[in-house]
């Protein structure tokens, strides 16, 4: 999230009155909301995995996570986004909403439909398109093999997470290329079906630059099995104090920040029937004249 220029603006007339004032004290700052595990979470245990190495556990999961993306492509689902600042009192002064339908056309690319999205009352921050990026491809966090040269992995331990055992792995890039983001916290990851089942941590790096300051908030995203095979991210929460720092005639600020993500309504609308015709597919190709095609044949989803 970015300062808004017109919360900027009047900072900097505001700055202008109290440098000519005396006895003003300063702006007491907020305390960082703590992050809590609840009563679903077992202790963590750090011993190894038995029968199995770390390394083999990362391979494993990622192959599934690649599996995972590219069969997300073939479920259209809702999605709601809610962003909200906190005032001293603990109350919402500013809010933005959208609810979006999301679907995915026939080369892979994102569809979205925009079905409600009343007026943003948001005063203190604006929306950048960092925001938007994170809200399509980081809060959502898939860790597939072709994106684990870009990460350190470190085995964590094993923990009970609700109804599940979990490996828990901490995850941080192991470089930071300019005008890229990434994801750094921990994944724990179900020890039956190897894949990811919870996400928390942050979107870094920030743009800490003075006047163009875009921050983001530390977040944890939920999954939940939809389709009996895969884990679909279904819930995020995102919360802390952003702090704006002051320069260039504008005050220093603390936003107390909200942001809310949910997945809903997971329905698959692309069929995995193809057709097979003398050992190639021509699902998407025109029938050979004088030909008729063989049985179409049902390809179940990878396990």
């Excluded at 702006?27 to 038995?50: C, I, R, Y």
């Excluded at 928390?200 to 630059?209: A, E, F, I």
């Excluded at 057709?275 to 004088?290: E, F, L, M």
Aim: proline letters at 6%.
């Amino acid at each position: 999230m970015k300062m808004s220029i017109g919360r900027r603006m009047a900072l900097i007339a505001f700055a202008a009155l109290i440098a000519s004032m005396s006895g003003i004290t300063a702006h007491a700052q907020n305390s960082a909301a703590s992050q809590t595990e609840d009563s679903g979470f077992g202790p963590l245990d750090p011993s190894q995995p038995v029968g199995v190495t770390p390394q083999q556990i990362i391979d494993k999961f990622a192959a599934k996570e690649s599996e995972f993306k590219r069969a997300r492509e073939d479920y259209g689902y809702r999605q709601t986004v809610i962003v909200e600042t906190i005032n001293d009192d603990n109350k919402v002064d500013g809010r933005y909403e959208q609810v979006t339908d999301i679907s995915y056309n026939s080369q892979g690319r994102r569809v979205e439909n925009v079905v409600f999205a009343p007026q943003s009352t948001l005063q203190r921050i604006m929306m950048s398109p960092a925001d938007f990026s994170d809200i399509e491809h980081r809060l959502p966090f898939v860790l597939t093999t072709e994106d684990l040269h870009q990460y350190n992995v470190t085995y964590v331990g094993k923990q009970h997470v609700d109804e599940l055992n979990t490996y828990v792995f901490d995850v941080a890039p192991k470089a930071i290329e300019k005008n890229k983001r990434y994801f750094q916290g921990r994944v724990w990851v179900d020890q039956q079906d190897m894949m990811i089942v919870l996400v928390s941590g942050k979107n870094v790096p920030d743009d800490l630059r003075k006047g163009h300051q875009d921050l983001s908030p530390p977040f944890t995203t939920y999954r939940q099995q939809v389709d009996g095979v895969y884990w679909f991210p279904t819930y995020t929460k995102a919360e802390g104090i952003l702090h704006f720092a002051g320069g260039n005639g504008y005050m220093s600020q603390d936003v107390h920040i909200r942001q809310i993500v949910k997945y809903t309504n997971y329905k698959r609308f692309r069929s995995s029937i193809k057709i097979i015709y003398d050992g190639q597919d021509i699902t998407n190709n025109k029938q050979p004249a004088g030909k008729a095609p063989a049985t179409p044949a049902q390809q179940p989803p990878a396990k």
